[in-house]
């Protein structure tokens, strides 16, 4: 399956540097959405894009910051993470958004914060 | 948004048993569909249901939705190996799916 792609796929970090996951789509949706999977919390819906605008944030620190320079592409851009932010970053598209709309995940970002 | 909650959280079974998750919610649901993530994957869409108790099968696995739109369930026929890894359910709420804590299946040979 490659209609979303993820790079890095692995990722460790120190707590002061900066770093950015990218996220590809080649399935002509507009919607995309970050997600956070740790060990012990269910997937957790960090941000939501459709047709290149924010649209959902779900309480999400600020040293995680998006961006969506066109529907195909999306990044996550970190800084200052600290050790518990440590979890598998899943990237997702679909042709809109709405409760109905499958969604397709990118095989994702293991990061390690150290 | 829309809460729901899915049990077991974790199941063992020996190759060739049955399996079942289910998902519930306090709430009518529009719909629910269904995602596997294997180990060491990602979350990868199975189907869709809408209607009221409606039923769908893919192989050996046996999709419902409730008749009052309130719970679903998942069961797998005679397990396999193949079939170890996590199994959500995504409700629909008012914006975009909500996707359940999940059961891990673990199937021992």
């Known amino acids: 399956e490659t209609g979303v792609t993820q790079t890095p796929r692995h990722l460790v970090m120190g707590m002061t540097n900066k770093k950015s996951l990218k996220c590809e789509q080649h399935?002509?949706?507009?919607?995309m959405y970050w997600y956070k999977q740790s060990a012990k919390k269910p997937l957790e819906l960090m941000f939501v894009?459709?047709?290149?605008?924010?649209?959902e944030n779900n309480s999400v620190p600020s040293r995680f910051s998006p961006e969506c320079p066109n529907s195909s592409h999306l990044f996550l851009h970190l800084h200052t993470l600290q050790p518990e932010d440590s979890a598998l970053y899943l990237c997702?598209?679909?042709?809109?958004?709405?409760?109905?709309?499958?969604?397709?995940f990118g095989p994702g970002t293991r990061l390690l914060v150290l | 948004g829309q809460q729901v909650m899915q049990i077991p959280q974790y199941q063992h079974v020996q190759e060739g048993e049955d399996f079942t998750t289910y998902c519930n919610s306090s709430?009518?649901?529009?719909?629910i569909q269904w995602y596997k993530q294997r180990p060491g994957g990602h979350p990868v869409f199975l189907i869709q249901?809408?209607?009221?108790?409606e039923v769908k099968k893919q192989k050996r696995l046996t999709f419902q939705f409730g008749e009052a739109k309130k719970n679903s369930s998942l069961h797998i026929t005679a397990t396999q190996t193949t079939d170890v890894g996590t199994y959500f359910c995504?409700?629909?709420?008012?914006?975009?799916?909500?996707f359940g804590r999940g059961t891990s299946l673990i199937v021992h040979p």
């Open positions: 997702a598209s679909s042709q809109t958004t709405g409760p109905r709309e499958t969604q397709y």
């Open positions: 399935l002509g949706h507009n919607a």
């Open positions: 894009y459709s047709l290149e605008e924010r649209v």
């Open positions: 709430t009518t649901l529009s719909n």
């Open positions: 249901l809408v209607k009221s108790g």
């Open positions: 995504a409700v629909g709420g008012s914006y975009i799916p909500t």
